[in-house]
C-alpha cells in the first residue's frame, strides 16, 4: 500500500515539473520577446484609395429599399464594402437618405473599426429632442445603425465624443447608444468611473450631464 503511495507522490511530482518547464519558463521567455511590441490597433490609419467603379456599384446597391436585399449584395465582398460605405456616409456630395442607407448597411454588417465615422454623423435624419422612448430606426437611424453593430469597442468612442461635445443633443445621444449597447446599468457605471478619473473641470461637467440622462 505505501509503495503504491509512495508511486503516485512519485508521478504527482514528475507532472508538476513537467507543467513548470512547460509553462512557466516559455512565459518567461514570450515576456522577454513582446517588450519592444508597439501597442494600438494600425486599423484605418492608412488613406484608403477607393475604386471609383466599386463605389458606383455600391450606390446602386443603396438605391434599393429593401435593406435585406442591399445587405445580401454586399456580404460577398464585406471588406472592401466597409471602405466604400464609410466614404459615403463622410460624403457631403451624396443626398441624405444615400449616406443613412450606407451607414444602416455597415450597421447591419457589424462594422467594428472607424466607429467615429457613424458618431461623428448622429444628427442625419435625426429629429432632434425625442424622448429615448420615442428613439427608433426612422427618427435616430444613424444611432442605431451604431447600436446594431454591438461593437464594445465603440465605449471609448462615445465617451471621448460626450467630453468633446459642443452640442448637449450630442451628450444626450451618446449617452442614449451607450446605453443600449452596454445596458442602462453597465453604462451607468462606466460613466461614473470615467467621471471619477476625469481630471479636465469642462469635460468632467458634461461626463457628468450624460449620466444624468440615464437616471
Known amino acids: ?12 511530482t514528475i507532472r508538476f515539473v513537467f507543467f513548470i518547464c512547460i509553462f ?5 521567455n514570450s515576456n522577454c520577446e513582446v517588450r519592444d511590441i508597439k501597442g494600438g490597433s494600425t486599423i484605418g490609419t492608412a488613406k ?9 456599384r455600391v450606390i446602386e446597391i443603396l438605391k434599393k429599399d429593401n435593406i435585406d436585399e442591399m445587405i ?6 464585406r471588406s472592401e464594402v466597409f471602405w466604400i460605405l464609410l466614404d459615403i456616409v463622410k460624403s457631403k456630395e451624396e443626398s ?5 442607407a450606407a451607414a444602416r448597411s455597415l450597421g447591419e454588417l457589424g462594422l467594428d ?12 435624419g435625426c429629429e432632434k429632442g425625442k424622448s429615448f422612448e ?9 444611432g442605431f445603425a451604431l447600436i446594431k453593430t454591438s461593437a464594445s469597442s465603440a465605449r471609448l468612442n462615445l465617451l471621448n465624443k460626450i467630453k468633446l461635445a459642443r452640442d448637449e443633443e450630442m451628450i444626450r445621444l451618446c449617452a442614449f447608444v451607450l446605453m443600449k449597447i452596454e ?17 479636465v473641470t469642462s469635460q468632467k461637467e458634461k461626463l457628468e450631464k450624460a449620466l444624468f440622462y440615464l437616471e
Open 72 to 77: 445580401s449584395n454586399f456580404f460577398p465582398r
Open 48 to 56: 484608403r484609395e477607393i475604386d471609383q467603379e466599386k463605389r458606383e
Open 134 to 142: 420615442e428613439l427608433n430606426w426612422s427618427n435616430f437611424p444613424v
Open 183 to 199: 445596458d442602462k446599468d453597465v453604462a451607468k457605471f462606466i460613466l461614473e468611473q470615467e467621471i471619477k478619473k476625469e481630471t
Open 113 to 124: 473599426h472607424n466607429l467615429n465615422v457613424l458618431i461623428d454623423n448622429f444628427f442625419l
Open 24 to 28: 512557466i519558463f516559455p512565459l518567461r
Open 96 to 100: 441624405t437618405n444615400r449616406r443613412i
Open 1 to 12: 500500500m505505501t509503495s503504491i503511495r509512495n508511486r503516485g507522490i512519485y508521478i504527482i
